[in-house]
């Protein structure tokens, strides 16, 4: 399976400032994710970014707070922008691969970024 | 997506089995169920899957129902590295939106 390599794994940030978190995958792939973790809660699909388009977002989610860049196949960027407390969260990107199953694709995860907003 | 339902906590024993239940009532007819588990200050990680079919893989089994409306995650001897949240999540595997819907899982402890 794809190796994700998740860049900060945490930081403590300023209200009002924006943080990027990269994500690198050790191989080429298609779909891309990011998931929020609030504190002792699920996983929330952010957007989804394939390469070459524009991200597609969830629900709730704009891009002028989380703006993603998709400049190749094995990177991906999420920026949390005019960060307030709230935005206090475990960051995951996530990205498909096959192998799984025969016609299955399953999912791996980074180990997340986590972000403390004072 | 197919919603899923799963009780918030479960506790095991070292070295016992561990029987870990999903309900999934409104299930279609292409949905893959998946399980994933996330350690403490982890990433979700890929346990297993399955669509009609019993399943078993070096991690766990999971064993599905004949109408598909619930399944079970089977850890044939759990250890302390096994506690963890357990998500059970459908995935269709003809749509085109390859997203994964969390819920909120089962939180396994397991005690020595």
């Known amino acids: 399976s794809a190796v994700i390599s998740q860049k900060p794994s945490r930081d403590i940030c300023q209200r009002g400032t924006s943080l990027t978190i990269q994500c690198q995958v050790d191989?080429?792939?298609?779909?891309m994710f990011w998931y929020r973790q609030q504190p002792g809660q699920s996983l929330t699909l952010i957007a989804t970014?394939?390469?070459?388009?524009?991200?597609?977002?969830e629900s709730g989610f704009v891009i002028d707070k989380f703006p993603i860049s998709r400049p190749n196949l094995t990177f991906s960027t999420l920026t949390v922008s005019n960060m307030s407390p709230e935005d206090s969260s475990i960051y995951l990107c996530?990205?498909?691969?096959?192998?799984?199953?025969?016609?299955?694709?399953?999912?791996?995860f980074g180990s997340g970024t986590r972000l403390t907003v004072v | 997506d197919a919603k899923t339902t799963q009780p918030n906590s479960m506790e095991s024993n070292e070295e016992e089995p561990v029987h870990l239940p999903c309900n999934h009532s409104?299930?279609?007819?292409?949905?893959?169920i998946h399980w994933y588990r996330q350690l403490p200050s982890q990433g979700p990680e890929y346990v297993i899957h399955?669509?009609?079919s019993n399943v078993n893989n070096r991690m766990a089994s999971l064993a599905i129902a004949e109408d598909r409306k619930s399944s079970t995650l089977i850890l044939h001897r759990a250890t302390l590295r096994d506690a963890a949240v357990y998500y059970c999540?459908?995935?269709?595997?003809?749509?085109?939106?390859?997203?994964?819907?969390f819920g909120k899982g089962t939180l396994l402890t397991v005690n020595p």
């Open positions: 996530s990205v498909e691969t096959p192998g799984v199953g025969a016609g299955v694709y399953g999912y791996t």
């Open positions: 191989s080429q792939v298609t779909m």
């Open positions: 970014a394939n390469q070459g388009s524009e991200a597609t977002y």
């Open positions: 409104t299930i279609s007819g292409t949905d893959y």
């Open positions: 399955g669509l009609t």
């Open positions: 999540i459908l995935r269709d595997r003809g749509g085109s939106n390859y997203k994964l819907t």
